[in-house]
């Protein structure tokens, strides 16, 4: 039985660092007979530029029609200035996340022990961390309506936007994130501000529901203010933590930096069958494109959670992920990871070692 | 010409803190001659308690009434499930600030060098960071309508909030962040989400047509989940950061517990005018409410903020502040920024040095 897995290089350094994960992936096929059709489509600014629009139907076809989506990263200062809002790149990503329903984005901050000096934090402070952000990501203040900006009877303008979830979108991304505890350290922290924001009042009293179905897991909740500085403070204290849309993304990217190391980490956006879409947390990085320069690892990474769940390969997952610490074993670096006395190598030789490795 | 300070206790360890200042400011008024008069007024959930609202008109009438308004913090266990939400202690806070439209909230996150050591980050990455955050307070999400719980057709609840700003909202607090850049590194960085939210494009938008009155400020822009990762990364690139309410509150306090001595922090809310209400960054902080034991500092030099901001007594703020220097200097800690080898003190003995040092 094929399986067929779309590959979206997108804009920046996502041609790049897509290319290299690609043959880890192949080499994997290889090995383990794991029989993937690997088919490539574009998105983002890379579309725009062939289509007039940063999602094309086509694409949209084929990730329907596949069972997993690899994707490198969209959008770049090319196409900043579209004066069509829709037409951006960012517009392709989100159009694939809600096109998809992929409800479900799941972001590791791990800290690599081969990197625990990349840190800006004290090594006491983040040394073997390892917190999953569990995040919605097709609700939210990110898709709810009405939207846009209006004339005011005054004259002057005003921007909006709608915050809004329904508990049907609360309880199953509860549901993602209670599962995910269940398989790890068992304890949940909730983020919301409920003490202001009635959307997320309703989204407390829905977490709690849940919770009833998981006795195992131990569910606490904090204000996205306080999440936002203990994660600065003491980020071992979390096991996984669940969220909304926006303040996912901006407690996952923080969560991410404390590693130092944003150039390792994957991230997962499933939908209720756990088909999903992977892609690395960090961005397309447009000032270092097409050097040669950038990090393959989280895309490479990114593959291994691809296979891990939406193909059910677990041993070809285990295989790239112990490759890639074997490469960090070596002492092979790319420049946003090096550090003195290690072995700096390209975003090639980077894939390649991987390769290798296996 | 005697000047009104209203002193509002509030919650927690806010009645302990608070009298530590009122120590200091009594202290500075009669050496400075400053003919202040201090009254005090009930707020939050001791507002509550007494009144059954956690903010009378008794205390928006003194609110009004004063030339300055010196906070402790609300809120508590207490009161976190009193039914009604307009009851709940934060609304007398977030009634305050709508009321008397103290829409310009200055958030500085500075590190003492006598504190580097309690920082989480490594001392390379924060020593000598002073960062000031500025943040729209009497807007956007937190006062955004239409608001609230529904039930929609099908049966199930939706939550839904508001994101909102007009063109005025953004204009006064660009210039309150572009005069406070001018006064310090001339660098203002906005963060919004402009890239998903249409009330941050026009944020954006204003931000830049404000610029035009500052060519001496340079402006630059970011997206709030790399903001979050910047300040975790490399803070000290930052000189002056301004956005809305709502991301204001998490990166503020992101930026506070950067320094790792969150109670050393004060922070202003002012209206059009610079007549404002002072508060430290931290919270009533109910577990160890009682016990004598919480830092009284960040209010003490919201204290001193006020006599700088509002009441224009630069000497006498000066002093405080030195005051505070010396103290730290001399060893003495309470627990929360307590270090091997230092003088642990209780609050009561903390603010008695403060005003020894005066
Ligand atoms: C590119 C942008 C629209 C996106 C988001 O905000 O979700 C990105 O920041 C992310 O976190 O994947
Ligand atoms: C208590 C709460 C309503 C308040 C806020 O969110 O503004 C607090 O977190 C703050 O930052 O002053």
Redesign the pocket.
């Known amino acids: 039985m094929s399986k067929n897995v779309l590959i979206l290089p997108g804009d920046g350094i996502g041609p790049e660092i897509v290319a290299e994960a690609v043959k880890v992936l192949n080499t994997v096929n290889n090995k383990f007979d794991l029989g993937l059709t690997l088919e490539e489509g574009l998105v983002g600014g890379s579309a725009y530029d062939v289509h007039g629009t940063p999602l094309p139907e086509e694409t949209m076809g084929k990730a329907r029609a596949s069972d997993a989506i690899l994707l490198g990263a ?2 770049g200062p090319k196409w900043d200035n579209l004066e069509d809002r829709e037409l951006r790149p ?1 517009k392709g ?2 159009g694939l996340r809600s096109g998809l329903e992929l409800f479900g984005n799941l972001r590791p901050a791990i800290l690599y022990p081969q990197l625990a000096d990349a840190s800006s934090l004290k090594p006491e402070i983040v040394s073997g961390l390892d917190i999953l952000i569990v995040r919605e990501l097709t609700g939210g203040i990110y898709f709810g309506k009405p939207r846009g900006i209006r004339t005011l009877e005054n004259g002057e303008r005003e921007g909006y936007n709608t915050y809004v979830y329904s508990e049907s979108e609360i309880r199953r991304i509860a549901k993602v994130a209670f599962e995910s505890a269940r398989k790890r350290g068992k304890k949940l922290c909730s983020v919301d501000k409920a003490n202001v924001l009635e959307v997320t009042v309703l989204w407390r009293e829905i977490m709690e529901e849940v919770a009833k179905d998981y006795p195992d897991v131990e569910l606490s909740h904090m204000y996205v203010d306080n999440a936002a500085m203990q994660l600065v403070r003491a980020p071992k204290q979390f096991d996984v933590m669940v969220t909304g849309n926006m303040f996912g ?1 901006i407690l996952s ?1 923080a969560a991410a930096m404390l590693t130092g190391s944003i150039g390792m980490l994957p991230s997962a956006s499933l939908d209720k069958d756990n088909k999903g879409m992977y892609e690395p947390c960090h ?1 397309s990085a447009p000032d270092i494109a097409g050097q040669g320069i950038a990090n393959p690892l989280a895309t490479i990474l990114s593959a291994a959670m691809m296979l891990r769940y939406s193909l059910n390969e677990v041993a070809a997952a285990d295989a790239i992920e112990e490759a890639v610490s074997k490469v960090l074993d070596q002492g092979l670096r790319t420049a946003d990871i090096y550090s003195d006395g290690m072995e700096k190598v390209s975003t090639e030789q980077m894939g390649e070692a991987v390769v290798k490795a296996l």
């Open positions: 969209v959008g960012e990503l989100l993304d990217d961005g």
